[in-house]
Nanobody, 122 residues
Framework: QVRLVESGGGLVQAGGSLRLSCAAPGRTFRSYAMGWFRQAPGKEREFVAA????????YYADSVKGRFTIFRDNAQNTVYLQMNSLKPEDTAVYYC???????????????WGQGTRVTVSS
């Protein structure tokens, strides 16, 4: 199973930006669709964004459209989540996830990172 290593979380003021990274060393990264999810305190985990292996298909949750951007560097086996105009309600633990895909965006993911905490202060 692919091992995912996340980084980039931290504390930021509202309106600020952060970039999360998720590396999957030693794997055929291009064959994996990658997703970002988050779980806020006391809430269920929710979908944030996802990208197909080739990058041709991208989806965002309505709550982050226009503010967050998912992109990947297949040569570096890394997927990123650029988060701009952050709001206090974006505070959560963010997880990346991977699933083998033939080109689409999967509904479920079998590999998960350990999570990285993002805190947005008002």
């Amino acid at each position: 199973q692919v091992r995912l290593v996340e980084s980039g979380g931290g504390l930021v003021q509202a309106g600020g930006s952060l970039r999360l990274s998720c590396a999957a060393p030693g794997r055929t990264f291009r064959s994996y669709a990658m997703g970002w999810f988050r779980q806020a305190p006391g809430k269920e985990r929710e979908f944030v964004a996802a990208m197909s292996g080739s990058g041709g298909s991208i989806y965002y949750a309505d709550s982050v459209k226009g503010r967050f951007t998912i992109f990947r560097d297949n040569a570096q086996n890394t997927v990123y989540l650029q988060m701009n105009s952050l709001k206090p309600e974006d505070t959560a633990v963010y997880y990346c996830a991977a699933e083998v895909s033939d080109g689409g965006i999967p509904v479920e993911y079998s590999a998960w990172g350990q999570g990285t905490r993002v805190t947005v202060s008002s």
